[in-house]
């Protein structure tokens, strides 16, 4: 996968030759903040009679307190050297553009940096995807030792064709998924629509003579990848043909040679929805090199910030004849996962939750007083002993931030009526370190209605296998056999 540099200037550069200037913060409007706009290049022209397509300055302010769209300024408080203004907060996107001359249009493209589209392909032993391609589409790929590969024979021409099909509908979804995480927009003194020119709707707009004032609602604005947000990446032209610069995807390498056209604006206030607004933070911290690269991504929209857009490619089985080693992640699932979700209440003020998806969190009037016990797929909610009983299941899986792999299992998470937890009711059952040790293939889980009985069952070495869990209440615990018990696994002789 190759990952494109982001922008580490804080200017537009007229040419490709420019150097950067240094960071740049809001106006005088906010106070210990930088008041320097975003300038061009010092060989740019400065002048208001800027050529069609010439970028332009972009200055950073905090959310006018009445903003009125009536194309005054008034409300924008004193003038900067930028032509353009820009505010953001968690219902608008609210812009004062001055139109230089002779250009009649100002494009402006808004960005942030993320992790690019997950890749399809192959595993690697460190977790992450090698990746499909022509190539591979042509040639049957076998394992060379350590994650290498080698050419094998030649597919046949309908496994090309299939081939090339999933890899081209691949490149596809990337590209749209890229286009999400940014916002390009073009400003007239008749209006605001998209950069392809479709009216966007709840726009308010208004234009005295060259000065024009827009108001957008939040949801046109880019996906975002870490909260609260402090700056955006920007992009303006004056003109009505921009270039379309390429999103900016984030990249581990701090080497790489900057795009200069995208430009760091520090925002005048950090965008920080109010709703679940300290979850936000905490599921979506900014990376540090090395943090990152593996995992699946996560994403959330603007105009539905309490909901997680996740993608991941678990592995799965194809039909095509991919020869002896088919690739094993040839589709992107995409998820919607709350940022949080109310489970139970207990008397006492005790709330349960889940924290996107995978966090159980225990508040008792108000005050956290657990958030770090961990659950897969939350199968079942009992009470017993005036306790709440978490029943979940967790599906074989290969974790790709790490290179581990699971096994399947079911664990139970109790919760007390005054707020304690016990994340190991359940008995743990010692299979081995690999799928393959327990079991042929992924197990089918199983339960009762009230949970007083749940397993999974498949087969081992071609024959049956049973794993049963039932509630003891005496032993306030729930405890496991192996059926036959023939087919117990024993770690020391593996």
Not at 171 to 188: G, I, M
Not at 418 to 434: Q, R, T
Request: aromatic fraction near 8%; glycine fraction near 8%; proline fraction near 9%.
């Amino acid at each position: 996968m190759k990952i494109q540099s982001i922008a580490l200037a804080a200017l537009v550069a007229a040419c490709s030759g420019g150097s950067p200037s240094p960071r740049v913060g809001t106006d005088g409007n906010t106070a210990g903040t930088s008041s320097s706009p975003i300038a061009l290049d010092e060989g740019a022209e400065k002048s208001a009679n800027l050529a069609e397509g010439t970028p332009i300055g972009v200055n950073a302010t905090a959310m006018p307190e009445r903003l009125v769209v009536d194309g005054s300024f008034e409300d924008w408080g004193p003038g900067t050297e930028a032509p353009v203004r820009l505010a953001i907060d968690e219902r608008h996107i609210a812009l004062a553009v001055d139109i230089p001359e002779p250009a009649n249009a100002v494009s402006l493209a808004l960005t942030t940096e993320f992790l690019d589209y997950p890749d399809i392909g192959w595993i690697a032993r460190s977790g992450h995807t090698i990746s499909l391609n022509e190539h591979s589409c042509r040639v049957e790929q076998r394992p060379a030792g350590e994650g290498m590969w080698k050419d094998g024979a030649k597919h046949p021409p309908e496994v090309v064709e299939a081939c090339l099909s999933i890899l081209r509908r691949h490149e596809r979804d990337a590209a749209a998924y890229r286009e999400k995480f940014v916002a390009r927009f073009r400003l007239t003194r008749s209006g605001v629509t998209t950069s392809d020119g479709v009216t966007i709707p709840g726009a308010r707009h208004a234009a005295r003579g060259r000065a024009v004032e827009v108001a957008l609602p939040i949801a046109v604005a880019p996906a975002f990848m870490v909260a609260p947000v402090t700056e955006l990446l920007v992009h303006a032209t004056a003109g009505p043909r921009p270039r379309r610069l390429p999103p900016p995807l984030l990249s581990p390498d701090p080497t790489e040679e900057p795009d200069p056209r995208w430009s760091r604006l520090i925002l005048g206030q950090p965008l920080a929805f109010s709703t679940l607004s300290d979850l936000r933070a905490e599921e979506f911290q900014p990376w540090e090199f090395g943090s990152f690269g593996w995992m699946a991504q996560r994403h959330y929209l603007p105009g539905a910030p309490d909901t997680i857009q996740l993608l991941s490619t678990p592995i799965s089985k194809t039909t095509i004849a991919f020869g002896d080693h088919p690739p094993p992640r040839l589709t992107v699932v995409k998820e919607e996962i709350p940022l949080y979700r109310h489970v139970e209440s207990l008397e006492g003020e005790v709330e349960v939750g889940i924290v996107a998806g995978y966090r159980v969190m225990v508040k008792k009037g108000g005050r956290v007083m657990s958030d770090r016990n961990r659950l897969s797929e939350l199968r079942g909610v009992v009470r017993r002993n005036q306790a709440l009983h978490l029943i979940s299941y967790e599906a074989p899986y290969f974790d790709t931030s790490r290179g581990a792999r699971g096994l399947p299992s079911w664990k139970v998470l109790e919760v007390t009526h005054d707020g304690k937890v016990n994340p190991g009711l359940a008995e743990e059952l010692n299979d081995g370190w690999y799928l393959w040790h327990a079991w042929d293939d992924p197990p089918t889980p199983f339960s009762d209605d009230d949970f007083h009985m749940f397993g999974m069952k498949g087969t081992r070495r071609g024959k049956p296998r049973t794993v049963r869990y039932v509630w003891y209440p005496e032993e306030r615990r729930y405890k496991f056999t192996i059926e036959p018990p023939s087919q117990r696994v024993d770690p020391m002789k593996l």
